[in-house]
T-cell receptor, first 117, second 111 residues
Framework: KAGVTQTPRYLIKTRGQQVTLSCSPI?????VSWYQQTPGQGLQFLFE???????NKGNFPGRFSGRQFSNSRSEMNVSTLELGDSALYLC????????????????FGPGTRLTVT | SQQGEEDPQALSIQEGENATMNCSYK?????LQWYRQNSGRGLVHLIL?????REKHSGRLRVTLDTSKKSSSLLITASRAADTASYFC???????????FGKGTRLSVIA
């Protein structure tokens, strides 16, 4: 079974531009989560989508948005880029069987390294 | 915000030695997970321990959970150079709380 794929792997953008990152989850996984990882803040949760609906959102400004399509693929968009948005953006998918305690394991993609200059 | 806090932040050991990393968290949990990340890449799930479990094994990994102390530990036995990575604990999800990661422990295993 193919793993989680993210495109592009590397991206260089200029302040003020916008960017769209893509994530294809493992086949059959309906939940997709996005994380931002920086040396200073560590792994920060951005948002989670399940069956095309945003289920959770982290503490990020409105410049960060996302969506999920009917095939579970997800995209996240960052508008008006700032230098501080430079980070590794990780996508993770899970089966999320919706068991009584919502336990699930997340499978991560390799990430998209975004550099804002 | 971080729920889990790993200790130590960095650990350097010789190949063949055991490595122990600790994680403390703040609120009650349903489960706790450990992940590994090789330099600048995606995370790999290692093990999940439920709140009603005290210890779990997977190969050379042993995880313990003490809910009364709100802490967990990850033990890697007979470490190898390939174990060099950052290790993160993560709590959740629960209710509307997503999976929340700690800041990680950087493990270096010297051959």
């Amino acid at each position: 079974k193919a793993g989680v794929t993210q495109t592009p792997r590397y991206l260089i953008k200029t302040r003020g531009q916008q960017v769209t990152l893509s994530c294809s989850p493992i086949s059959g996984h309906r939940s997709v989560s996005w994380y931002q990882q920086t040396p200073g803040q560590g792994l920060q949760f951005l948002f989670e989508y399940f069956s095309e609906t945003q289920r959770n959102k982290g503490n990020f400004p409105g410049r960060f948005s996302g969506r999920q399509f009917s095939n579970s693929r997800s995209e996240m968009n960052v508008s008006t880029l700032e230098l501080g948005d430079s980070a590794l953006y990780l996508c993770a998918s899970s089966l999320d069987t919706r068991l009584w305690d919502r336990d699930y394991e997340q499978y991560f993609g390799p990430g998209t390294r975004l550099t804002v200059t | 915000s971080q729920q889990g806090e790993e200790d130590p932040q960095a650990l350097s050991i010789q190949e063949g030695e055991n490595a122990t990393m600790n994680c403390s968290y703040k609120t009650s949990i349903n489960n706790l997970q450990w992940y590994r990340q090789n330099s600048g890449r995606g995370l790999v799930h290692l093990i999940l321990i439920r709140s009603n479990e005290r210890e779990k094994h997977s190969g050379r990994l042993r995880v313990t959970l003490d809910t009364s102390k709100k802490s967990s530990s990850l033990l890697i036995t007979a470490s190898r150079a390939a174990d060099t990575a950052s290790y993160f604990c993560a709590t959740g999800p629960s209710g509307n709380t997503p999976l929340v990661f700690g800041k990680g422990t950087r493990l270096s295993v010297i051959a």
